[in-house]
């Protein structure tokens, strides 16, 4: 599975922006879809997730201003994000935890986006 990024950019604080990510078809079936950041100097942190019958995740630091959605028709995962801060600025990564089923057995990778860059504004 090869995930493709889009949504990223330049925004003022209190701006929105929405990043979507699409998975190419493949045999794995798809976990969780999610979103991760890492901002310079920091560690990368999970940002919110979605399992495939819409259980969700979101990080305190984002909860109320940002929201995940998901199609599972489509392989999607969007990130809607509002009311955006200068701490917010981050490259946004796009994951999936995959389950692989071949005739050797089941296996679990995870597969992540090249990332886009978000940049707030003050």
């Known amino acids: 599975v090869q995930l493709v990024e889009s949504g990223g950019g330049l925004v003022q604080t209190g701006g929105s922006l929405r990043l979507s990510c699409a998975a190419s078809?493949?045999?794995?079936?798809?976990?969780?879809m999610g979103w991760y950041r890492q901002a310079p100097g920091k560690e990368r942190e999970l940002v919110a997730r979605?399992?495939?019958?819409?259980?969700?995740y979101v990080a305190d630091s984002v909860k109320g201003r940002f929201t995940i959605s998901r199609d599972n028709a489509k392989n999607t995962v969007d990130l809607h994000m509002a009311s955006l801060k200068p701490e917010d600025t981050a490259v946004y990564y796009c994951h999936a935890s995959l389950t692989v089923t071949t005739i050797e057995g089941v296996s679990y990778v995870e597969e992540w986006g090249q990332g886009t860059l978000v940049t707030v504004s003050s």
């Open positions: 979605i399992s495939s019958i819409g259980n969700q």
């Open positions: 078809r493949s045999n794995a079936d798809i976990n969780y």
